[in-house]
């Protein structure tokens, strides 16, 4: 740490341009980019200007969410210079990923600080997007605390993109001093990603409807990634439902919206005031509410994520979108097919987290059906899961699967429960299909029929 009187001197020693920054990475290098909306700009479009000089580069990062995609892309889209490796993919990466030139590292979100301390070779350079520096040489990371402090442990270099839009998030491990950094660049201060929920189906709000019936006041809330989620969070808003509580991997809109309504109290086991999250996106509003707010907390997603403190906390309520169920009761939200679309994130996490909780309950959802490109309609309740798809819940973790024709609570039950279960909120087109599947699966039997 430096002296406060020495803290302007050690910065301009260290303030460089983004050019002359990334003439530090080098041929084999391992580069990180930082996560989310701490995602590196300036520094990108630097890198892509050296991208013919260097060869066998990765460079790793998670969601890509700016509205163009990463420029190093742009100058290698054979990726015969630098691979582009992400933990969860945006519309952005499945586009590359479809094209060849970006690829997925699976991992268990709550262990990804882990991996990166542990479990990769160096991290030759780390780059991230953080706020001024304050008069304690401290910079926020802003609204993402995730793995960085995993990252630090392996980084041999670090260099710092100052933004100064970049919200100054509370929270835990949530600064990295000027003595930790190597290069600090002034960047162009982008604006944050915006990230819009879709506007909800009639098929969305059916599932909303059976979930939002099992919600009790007191319950402490996680909600996932999509206009799904988000839109059930509006569901509450509307409702008798109170006192709840917020301990969730992504803070989004709908928390904001909650919390306008009076709906957030957090007064929960652990963390009692705080609204926990591991790293946060959505609406200018919602950076602006975040900003210098100390009633919410940005922590590392290996304290977030962990199963015993998201268990801590008593009725905790996780809801989630999915693509697939098959009739064992397995969940897959990363493929379709042999085509990926997203990771795993921390599903599993607040899957198996909600239901250790006293009260807890987790809620996969998905529509019964879907359309293909091809114009025919196929079932999301299947016998088996297609060639190439990803199972990311197990049967072993699954509570409650949604659809439009109902909620239904798999645990504790047989193989034969379940498969009648699920075709029980299945589109009606398809059942009759499903139990002769059943049938030959070896898992439904005459005693076991019965009528819908």
């Known amino acids: 740490m430096y002296k406060m009187n020495e803290l302007s001197t050690e910065y301009k020693k260290k303030l460089v341009s983004a050019d002359e920054a990334v003439k530090v990475i080098k041929s084999g290098d391992r580069v990180h980019y930082g996560l989310f909306n701490g995602l590196v700009f300036d520094l990108d479009r630097a890198l892509a200007k050296r991208v013919g000089e260097l060869k066998d580069v990765l460079v790793m990062t998670s969601i890509w969410s700016y509205p163009d995609p990463p420029q190093i892309l742009v100058a290698d889209p054979e990726s015969k210079h630098i691979k582009y490796l992400s933990t969860q993919f945006s519309a952005l990466d499945r586009k590359a990923n479809k094209k060849g030139n970006c690829w997925f590292v699976p991992v268990q979100f709550r262990e990804n600080p882990k991996y990166w301390s542990e ?13 001024p520096m304050d008069k304690y040489g401290n910079f926020n990371f802003g609204p993402q605390v995730a793995d960085y402090q995993g990252i630090l442990k392996k980084a041999k270099v670090v260099i710092v993109e100052v933004n100064e839009k970049q919200p100054i998030a509370h929270g835990y491990q949530n ?3 000027l003595s930790q950094i190597d290069y600090v660049v002034e960047g162009t201060n982008p604006d944050l990603p915006i990230i819009k929920a879709k506007t909800p189906s009639e098929v969305d709000k059916k599932i909303g409807s059976y979930i939002v019936e099992k919600i009790k006041s007191g319950s402490t809330l996680q909600l996932g990634v999509g206009g799904l989620p988000n839109y059930i969070g509006a569901m509450i808003a509307k409702s008798d439902i109170n006192n709840l509580s917020v301990h969730s991997e992504m803070f989004v809109d709908a928390y904001l919206n909650l919390y306008k309504e009076g709906k957030i109290t957090s007064n929960k086991n652990i963390d009692k005031g705080k609204m926990v999250y591991t790293f946060a996106q959505g609406s200018k509003e919602l950076y602006e509410f975040i900003d210098d707010n100390p009633i919410l907390c940005a922590a590392p997603v290996d304290y977030v994520n962990a199963l015993e403190v998201i268990a801590a906390n008593d009725q905790v309520v996780s809801i989630n979108s999915c693509l697939q169920v098959d009739l064992f009761g397995q969940v897959n939200s990363e493929s379709a097919g042999l085509q990926h679309i997203g990771g795993t994130g921390g ?3 607040f899957v198996m ?9 987790s809620f996969l959802c998905t529509p019964s059906t879907r359309k293909k490109k091809d114009g025919s309609i196929e079932s999301l309740i299947k016998p088996r899961l297609a060639e190439g798809s990803i199972v990311s819940v197990p049967r072993s973790a ?15 039950k047989s193989t034969w429960e379940r498969s009648e279960l699920l075709i029980s909120i299945a589109h009606p087109d398809y059942r009759e299909q499903l139990i002769k599947e059943a049938e030959r699966m070896g898992i439904w039997t005459n005693t076991s029929k019965i009528s819908y």
Request: charged share 15%.
């Open 119 to 131: 479990n990769v070779g160096d991290i030759n350079v780390a780059m991230f997007q953080v706020a």
């Open 175 to 177: 600064t990295i001093n």
């Open 347 to 349: 599903q599993l996490d």
């Open 353 to 361: 987290g909600a239901f250790k909780s006293k009260g807890g309950q």
């Open 398 to 412: 699954t509570h409650y699967v949604v659809t439009e024709y109902g909620a239904v609570n798999l645990k504790g």
